[in-house]
Structures are given as structure tokens and as C-alpha cells.
């Protein structure tokens, strides 16, 4: 074991095995600075394979070299693994399997990743990944517990990456199937981190806040949502001063944000732990929301975010938090026989919210849109109606149907398996429109709810884990979704949207704060008072916690004269079914 002298400690807390939102968020000091490797780093990972899951040493090697290919496609340090069978030793990065009481003294944790920084400036200087031996991990990918999905998770705090909230990211708080491939959140944070002047990319910013005295909301979780990929494909937490930035994300699509409270501050650094999120009227929470325009006439449509290269950034100002959710005002009328129509010579394309009470769903209600594009030239052969629902992505325990009926045709779309076997109730349709004869282009479109636990029955996936982890802490107790659509054209890499609803307004929220009761709250390097054990823990079978453990070495280094190191842990703590049922949580 590599000799450490704990000075201070915060929490994180990562559940896992259990599937389903991402936040990218980068590793902190307790003084708030970002944790990093230098510019021009080749992190170089010792790998001591030698466990006792009746895994192959050379088989362990072979994964890591295989997931940390993967982080190496990002903008981020390049990591080289070398097998190495001698001891850990300090002055070097080691991933090994160990089951000392010192790292282990707890049955619960799974795995710890120490990272040596710098206190004053946040730089790296030495990372170990260390995995408990007495587990039984699998080497095949898409089994759980994947001892790459694991590893995976690890390289990311290495690379400095904290904890997220996006389902499939391999930075989410649970251990979940496909974490051994980074998802675009990922990379994305990594890019943020080591190279946020990178060109030729979008950028969109704002600040979060609520109240008519426009007061910052910290730590709120900022979602953004892309039309062309009909998913949420990243997620950030506001700075002290309600702002936030989403750097490098691809042009020629349309964004939308939506903000939700931070509901695992447990599992990010000591940094976030005072954000609040009792702004609305009694003090309560504020709720999920979508940010769009003060025109009353767009309520319950959310605000497009076009971006190109002739718009290639866009600060949107400030966004609202919300109280409540909204709906279009004639939203309603596609219920009990009518329709909800959503094209006119100006939108062909748009976006808006749908929702259900239980009421609703067990009554057989449904949505019925109409979407008349027969005014549109389609004679170039190459054009498509593109509709998404999102649901899934907002922990809303929904499952849909979406029929589309046009004069040609009917389709369906419901449940789809994605490419780590994961199911994913978001739908995504790319439907051609008829060249010859407009009026084969207009089209009837059911939304049919269902559900969750009659739908559970005929599903493959027969868990509500599986679709939405650790639901009781992170879960939307609403029934809503996000319905979107435009005209696609082209196919392939050149694929594009071709048209939609006139995106113009970025003026923000200021004229229409919601939030009454929003108060000031700063970051603080230190929080105290807040133990683990009054944490509640996750009632699934198989949670797992992460804690993050911050220590100082007093010695001095290379980066300037007596620093500050600090050592963080990422410490994976399981519940799991087979070899414990209750969670033990660290506490200071």
C-alpha cells in the first residue's frame, strides 16, 4: 500500500447495478479548483493484473488497455498501459486489486481511485486505481458486475472527472451496463477541462437563477438536449453565480436546456455540497423545467437553440428555475376526440410538452397531433419528417407508444434495446416525405401512455432498475415528455435539419421569474455537520455507494515552493444482493 496521511474528508455517493441521467462534472479541490493532469501529459497506468475472480492477468490488461483506448479518443491526456507485475510504488500510477483493511475497511467498497493534485493550481500528480479482490467480477462485456464498466469509471476520476447524473455516461453515479465506452458527456467534459478553446464547435451559455431579483441558483443540474440525436447528451452543475457553459458541442443541430435540482450532491466534491433548492412557495423544491421564452403565446414549448456555423454561440442569459410544469395553452385540445396541431406555414418543426396524470394513463387517454406538412416542397426526394419523444432521459416512469398515420402508411414506435442491451424508451422516427403528392404529407400522430408496471410485464427488462436507477432518489414523479420535430434532410454523415420553427428569441427569463423564495447560497471549501449515515440508502437490491475522500501530503513537489497535495478517493460501495444487504456508508 502507497503511504498516505489523511487530512480531511468529503463524501460522494454512487449507486450502482441498477440502469438507466449525465452530468459532466470535473473533480474539485476543496478551494474549488479543477483537478487535471498538466497540458502535454501521457499518463502512464501500471497494471498489476493478478485478482481472484478467476480472471486472467493478461485478460485484465487487455480490458484496461481496451477502455482506456476509448477515453483516448477524447480531448484529454493519452493513457498507456503497461503490464507490470512488481509492487505499487509511489511515483507512479498503479491500477492493481487488493483487499488491504486500509482501503477496504469497509465491506461495502468496491474500489478507490487516489489522485494526488496540487492543491494550490489543482494539477496531478499521481493517480492509483485500486479494486477489491474478494469480489466476483465478470469479464464479459454486458454481464454485471463488468470489470470494465468498473475500470472504466475509474479512468474517468483519474482524467478528473466527479460523478454525473446521465444514464449510460460512464461517470454516472451507479454502475450500469456500457459504461466502458465514455459517452459524448463524457468526452465532452474532458474536452471542457484540457482544451476549452478548442474551434470549429458550438458553444451555449446562461446563467441560472430565480426570483424577480434574478438571485443565482448554484448546483443546479443543466441539461441539453439535442434534436437531431432525440436525447438528453449532456448535463453540467451552475457555478456559485448561477452560470453555465456547455463548450464544444456540435453545430447544425437545435438544443434545448432543461434544469432540474441537484438531487445526489452526495455524490459530487465537498464544492457543491451547499447548493439548496428550496425556492418555491413554502420553501418547497423547485421542480424540472424546460427553459422557454416569456411570450405567453410559447408556453409549454420549449426555447430552440439553433447553432451553425454562422451561429456557432449563443448566451441565452438568464434561465428561470421552475415551480411548476407548463404545457401549451391548446395542448389539451388533442385529448377526448380532438387534435393538437403543431405546423402552419411557420413551424415546420417545433417543440412542446406533453403531459398525463395517472388518472389519464389509466384511462386509456392519449394525445393526438396533427402535423400538416403539405406545404412543403419535398421534390428534391431527400427530405424526412424527424420526431422524438423524450421521457426516459427526465426519470419521468412513463413507457409510450407513438403511432404515426399518414394517407401511405402507419408505424409504431415504442421500447428499443440500444447497443450495450440496454433498454430505451425514448423514441426516434425519420420518416420520408412523398415527392409527388403534398398531400400524402400530413400526418396523425398518437402518443398512447402506458402504464410502468403493466408495461413491466411484457417487457424483456422486468425491473424498474432497469430503466430508471435508483428512481426513489433521482426519479420525476410527473408523467411528461418532450415531443420534438423537424424537416431532416439528406442522409448519412450529411444529414441535417433542413427546417423548423423560427428559433430567434434569446433574451432569457428576466421579465418572468419563477422561484419567489430563491436566496443566495455560495460554494465553500468545506462543509461540516454532514455524516454519510444520514444518507438514505437506495432500497434497490445492488446499490452502490461512491465516496470521495480528500487527503494532503505536506511534502513538496515540482510545482512551486511548499504545495498543498491533496489525494482524492473514488470508493465504490456495494449492496449487492449476493454478498450484503445493507449499505455501510462512510461518515466523518
Known sequence: MKARTIKGLFLSILFLWGHSLSAFVHQRTPSGQKSKWPDGTTVTLHVKGDNSSAIASSTIVSIASSVSSEWNEAD???ITIVNDTSSPRDGQSDLFFSNNSNYFASTSVLAVTETVFNEANGKIIESDIIIKDSVLYSAAVGTEPYIGDLISHEVGHLLGLDHGTLPFASMFYKLVKGQGTPSFDDTLGLSRLYNPNISGVGIISGSIAGSSNLTPVFGAEVDLISAKSGRVIASVLSESNGSFEFRGIPLDDIYYIFVKPTKVLSTTATYYQTARTDFCTGFASYKGGFFETCNSGRRGHPQGIPLNSSQREVNIGV????????VPIDYFSGRAGGEFVLSDADRAGDSF????????????????????????????????????????????????????TSPLFSVTYGETIDTDLNPNLNMKGKIPLDSFTPSNNIFEIKVKPIEFNTFLLGSNFPTTGAYFPDFSTIGDERYFYQFIFFIGKGSGLEYSVNQTYDYRDFRGNAQCMDGEKTYSVRSTPTVSNITSSSKKASSEAGAIACGTIAMVDDSDDDQGPGPMTSLVLGLFMAQAFFFMRRSRFLSF
Request: aromatic content about 8%; glycine content about 4%; some cysteine.
Open 76 to 78: 484529454a491526456p493519452n
Open 319 to 326: 434561465v428561470s428555475i421552475k415551480c411548476d410544469l407548463k
Open 353 to 404: 410538452v406533453g403531459f398525463f396524470s395517472e388518472a389519464d394513463i389509466l384511462s386509456g387517454e392519449e394525445d393526438t397531433i396533427k402535423i400538416d406538412l403539405s406545404h412543403i416542397d419535398a421534390s428534391s426526394g431527400d427530405l424526412y419528417l424527424d420526431l422524438s419523444l423524450l421521457s426516459q432521459d427526465f426519470q419521468s416512469k412513463v413507457a409510450y407508444e407513438l403511432e404515426v
